[in-house]
């Protein structure tokens, strides 16, 4: 079925506080390299290595890995990477190809190691960092991977990790007041597709998708018009575009529903540096804010 849904508790409200990682300085022309395959993964790197590796991402800003076509460029970053850091949970299936083409010796590392995955009808939900408790084990895993990679450096990588761990408990514990007082009806939020239920499930939202967890299929006319029937009987009334995904459909179930169509969020790509979520905190909290501010408002 297109559309998914998940009722969850909810959490608490106030402003956020706690500062964004910024774009790392430039990095050593020696300094092993690090393939991501995702910018989300790709900042969590060189938040946690600092300038001990150079970080690339296969998929770039706003751009969908669901969809992602990868280039011979690829294969030659794979080649020379020393570390790949995947995500895992079936979000990369075209990397199980690229792996053994590139040849590379790399270390791999899957970020979501310990992760406990949501399953839904159409499989795992891959997108466990939209849950900022599942974004520690990430940076601890990443970690991991840089410390037995570089072992001289362990210490100060694992010491890096863990006030990245720390500056994410203290996003964790904002975000989860700006909830804190949204009755049961002002609970629920439609967005491009099924990106944001460990957010949901963290914060006590219900997150409905018009594309599912994947967005390589749109939903036929009959499978739209059902999302439609379903926004207006649920009470939905702000539908969210994704940054990596185009606004056609949204923008058809909110004139359709009577919904709002309300500005992008982040689900699958952070925003280019010039954007509103260049790093992963500044995504987490522009998304948690971007929804805060509309279910208040309805």
Not at 228 to 240: D, E
Not at 241 to 264: D, Y
């Amino acid at each position: 079925m297109i559309l998914s849904r998940r009722t969850l508790m909810l959490g608490a409200a106030a402003a956020f506080a706690g500062p964004v990682v910024p774009f790392p300085s430039a990095l050593a022309a020696s300094a092993p390299a690090a393939v991501a395959t995702i910018s989300i993964l790709a900042d969590i790197t060189r938040a946690v290595a600092g300038d001990a590796v150079a970080v690339r991402s296969l998929v770039g800003p706003d751009a969908d890995p669901h969809t992602y076509e990868p280039r011979p460029s690829d294969l030659r970053a794979l080649a020379d990477a020393a570390l790949v850091v995947r995500n895992g949970l079936g979000l990369e299936g075209w990397l199980d190809r690229l792996l053994p083409a590139s040849g590379t010796k790399a270390r791999v590392v899957t970020a979501s190691d310990g992760v406990t995955p949501r399953h839904l009808d159409a499989g795992l939900d891959p997108h466990a960092w939209q849950n900022p408790r599942n974004g520690m084990l990430y940076a601890r895993n990443i970690a991991d991977g840089l410390a037995a990679l570089l072992p001289a450096q362990a210490a100060a990588i694992h010491a890096r990790a863990e006030d990245y761990v720390g500056r994410l408990e203290a996003l964790d514990g904002a975000i989860a007041k700006l909830f804190a007082d949204l009755p049961a009806g002002r609970r629920r939020i439609l967005t491009s597709h099924d990106a944001f239920f460990y957010f949901g499930a963290r914060y006590g939202l219900e997150f409905l998708g018009i594309e599912g967890i994947n967005t390589e299929a749109e939903p036929s006319a009959a499978d739209l018009a059902h999302v439609i029937a379903q926004v207006k009987q649920s009470g939905v009334r702000v539908v969210f575009v994704e940054n990596m995904t185009s606004p056609a459909l949204a923008r058809t179930v909110a004139h359709e529903s009577g919904a709002v169509l309300g500005p992008a969020v982040y689900s699958d790509a952070l925003s280019g540096p010039k954007g509103p979520a260049p790093t992963y905190l500044a995504m987490l909290r522009f998304n948690a804010e971007t929804f805060a501010r509309a279910l208040h408002r309805e």
